[in-house]
């Protein structure tokens, strides 16, 4: 019912000296603008608009398609911007190139933001430090939020603290949506199950991007797939990202070359992660210089945050620290790795288990398919060393393995990029709030997913199911607008 109509029924009932009632009546004809009224969905809008998008959004009522019209392409959004954003990030329409004009710099950008943020990060320009006042505190950022963060994450200044109110329950966050979230996941309150309805299926998820992906997965349902119209070409895939992919490295259709910058080398590759495969094996100095760059912004947010940097390796590090390039065995008694060990980008000890932080650049993308192998082994073979050392399997520590992507990633096809301060400080959230969700998990941050939070490369037919059940998405863009 619209105000409108309210407020025409409100002139039919006549004069009335009973306020009580007609306020009753009112706030019910508003609380019907602002509730959804989809089968099993508690959602209430702040206001009606508000209930227009999460309708089109979740439920698919109403929506306006904005399709690409660029030959080949079949990208289509919900939003009218996001299409716009899509065009400038994939097709180079609509954009303007923001440049650096630093002696000696490259460096453009589609973004004034950004380049406001390159020329204060590498040149200092523009930059204003915001000091923390606490008394032997040196931190310091060049955003006033930055330092209101961490005066609240490492001082409790200007706390705001959200308590559990279950019974026996001591968790409190700093912010309402993890108390949300930690009440959700642990108590199971707030939670709308998403069913599978498939005869003889017990499925149930939390998220409806999960479900949807179940489907896919188990039962076929929901997918589209996109076939290759290249002739004699059988390839198939169940997104249009994965058959534009195919396409550039099986037919040379859509190529965006990544070339190497080395002096006198010619190689180029067609994506950024075999790139980085070949400075590895061709050029190691210079790649070991470019991933130690990354990682060693981790590790300034980290001590930044508080952390407690741990330089000795041969004991895991004490809650609230530390360590790197952490080195585990493979020489185990019973294992039969190919190698003899693996080193760990960061091992961080928390309260609630270990958590193994790995900085995977541009997501671990090599081969148009993502391959997952050498991934996923290394893995199994770092949970099998520690439980042989372990020889009682309680004592095996809860481990939970965080694949942090340090550069741009795409939400539905459409390039997604988060400011290197906004970035870490969700990091370092993160990383405050964890909770072992069990003896093992693995957490996404900045990988390709969908507009549902759908992981892409859980797509991938190399995926092990045992790893999809523990894996989840840890910057679902729902859970970031």
Same mark, same amino acid.
């Given at each position: 019912? =619209?105000?409108?109509?309210?407020?025409?029924?409100?002139?039919?009932?006549?004069?009335?000296?009973?306020?009580?009632?007609?306020?009753?009546?009112?706030?019910?004809?508003?609380?019907?603008?602002?509730?959804?009224?989809?089968?099993?969905?508690?959602?209430?809008?702040?206001?009606?608009?508000?209930?227009?998008?999460?309708?089109?959004?979740?439920? =698919?009522?109403?929506?306006?398609?904005?399709?690409?019209?660029?030959?080949?392409?079949?990208?289509?959004?919900?939003?009218?911007?996001?299409?716009?954003?899509?065009?400038?990030?994939?097709?180079?329409?609509?954009?303007?190139?923001?440049?650096?004009?630093?002696?000696?710099?490259?460096?453009?950008?589609?973004?004034?933001?950004?380049?406001?943020?390159?020329?204060?990060?590498?040149?200092?320009?523009?930059?204003?430090?915001?000091? %923390?006042?606490?008394?032997?505190?040196?931190?310091?950022?060049?955003?006033?939020?930055?330092?209101?963060?961490?005066?609240?994450?490492?001082?409790?200044?200007?706390?705001?603290?959200?308590? %559990?109110?279950?019974?026996?329950?001591?968790?409190?966050?700093?912010? $309402?949506?993890?108390?949300?979230?930690?009440?959700?996941?642990?108590?199971?309150?707030?939670?709308?199950?998403?069913?599978?309805?498939?005869?003889?299926?017990?499925?149930?998820?939390?998220?409806?991007?999960?479900?949807?992906?179940?489907?896919?997965?188990?039962?076929?349902?929901?997918?589209?797939?996109?076939?290759?119209?290249?002739?004699?070409?059988?390839?198939?895939?169940?997104?249009?990202?994965?058959?534009?992919?195919?396409?550039?490295?099986?037919?040379?259709?859509?190529?965006?070359?990544?070339? %190497?910058?080395?002096?006198?080398?010619?190689? *180029?590759?067609?994506? $950024?992660?075999?790139?980085?495969?070949?400075?590895?094996?061709?050029?190691?100095?210079?790649?070991?210089?470019?991933?130690?760059?990354?990682?060693?912004?981790?590790?300034?947010?980290?001590?930044? =945050?508080?952390?407690?940097?741990?330089?000795?390796?041969?004991?895991?590090?004490?809650?609230?620290?530390?360590?790197?390039?952490?080195?585990?065995?493979?020489?185990?008694?019973?294992?039969?790795?190919?190698?003899?060990?693996?080193?760990?980008?960061?091992?961080?000890?928390?309260?609630?288990?270990?958590?193994?932080?790995?900085?995977?650049?541009?997501?671990? *993308?090599?081969?148009?398919?993502?391959?997952?192998?050498?991934?996923?082994?290394?893995?199994?073979?770092?949970?099998?060393?520690?439980?042989?050392?372990?020889?009682?399997?309680?004592?095996?520590?809860?481990?939970?393995?965080?694949?942090?992507?340090?550069?741009?990633?795409?939400?539905?096809?459409?390039?997604?990029?988060?400011?290197?301060?906004?970035?870490?400080?969700?990091?370092?959230?993160?990383?405050?709030?964890?909770?072992?969700?069990?003896?093992?998990?693995?957490?996404?941050?900045?990988?390709?997913?969908?507009?549902?939070?759908?992981?892409?490369?859980?797509?991938?037919?190399?995926?092990?199911?045992?790893?999809?059940?523990?894996? $989840?998405?840890?910057?679902?863009?729902?859970?970031?607008?």
């Amino acid at each position: 019912m =619209g105000s409108a109509a309210a407020l025409g029924l409100l002139d039919d009932m006549g004069d009335s000296d009973d306020d009580a009632t007609l306020q009753l009546f009112l706030a019910q004809a508003r609380a019907k603008e602002t509730k959804c009224d989809q089968p099993g969905c508690t959602y209430e809008a702040p206001k009606p608009s508000k209930l227009k998008k999460h309708k089109a959004d979740r439920h =698919g009522i109403d929506v306006v398609w904005h399709v690409c019209d660029e030959e080949g392409c079949e990208y289509k959004a919900k939003q009218a911007s996001h299409l716009k954003q899509h065009k400038a990030d994939r097709h180079d329409i609509g954009t303007v190139w923001h440049v650096c004009g630093e002696e000696g710099c490259e460096y453009k950008t589609k973004q004034a933001g950004n380049l406001t943020q390159h020329k204060a990060d590498r040149h200092g320009i523009g930059t204003v430090w915001h000091v %923390c006042d606490q008394p032997g505190c040196e931190y310091k950022a060049k955003q006033a939020s930055n330092l209101k963060q961490h005066k609240a994450d490492k001082h409790d200044v200007g706390v705001v603290w959200f308590t %559990c109110d279950e019974p026996g329950c001591e968790y409190k966050a700093k912010q $309402a949506s993890n108390l949300k979230t930690h009440k959700k996941f642990k108590h199971d309150i707030g939670v709308v199950w998403h069913v599978c309805g498939e005869p003889g299926c017990e499925f149930k998820a939390k998220h409806a991007g999960a479900l949807k992906q179940h489907k896919a997965d188990m039962h076929s349902i929901g997918v589209v797939w996109h076939f290759c119209d290249q002739e004699g070409c059988e390839y198939k895939a169940k997104r249009a990202y994965h058959l534009a992919q195919h396409k550039a490295f099986m037919h040379g259709i859509g190529i965006v070359w990544h070339v %190497c910058d080395q002096p006198g080398c010619e190689f *180029k590759a067609k994506s $950024a992660g075999n790139l980085m495969a070949h400075l590895e094996s061709m050029h190691n100095p210079v790649y070991v210089a470019r991933k130690k760059e990354q990682e060693e912004k981790v590790r300034k947010a980290l001590l930044a =945050g508080g952390w407690k940097e741990v330089h000795f390796r041969t004991n895991l590090p004490l809650v609230g620290s530390f360590v790197r390039e952490y080195p585990i065995s493979f020489r185990c008694e019973g294992m039969a790795a190919a190698t003899t060990n693996a080193r760990l980008d960061f091992v961080l000890s928390t309260p609630g288990g270990l958590v193994f932080l790995e900085v995977d650049e541009h997501q671990h *993308k090599y081969g148009y398919d993502a391959l997952l192998s050498c991934d996923q082994k290394r893995m199994g073979q770092v949970l099998e060393a520690l439980a042989i050392e372990a020889r009682d399997p309680e004592r095996v520590p809860d481990v939970f393995w965080l694949r942090y992507n340090p550069h741009a990633w795409h939400v539905d096809g459409a390039c997604r990029s988060v400011p290197k301060a906004k970035r870490e400080q969700l990091l370092l959230q993160w990383l405050d709030d964890f909770e072992s969700p069990g003896h093992m998990g693995i957490g996404y941050a900045f990988y390709d997913c969908d507009a549902d939070g759908a992981l892409e490369v859980l797509d991938n037919p190399e995926y092990h199911p045992q790893y999809r059940a523990v894996a $989840a998405n840890l910057t679902d863009p729902r859970e970031m607008e």
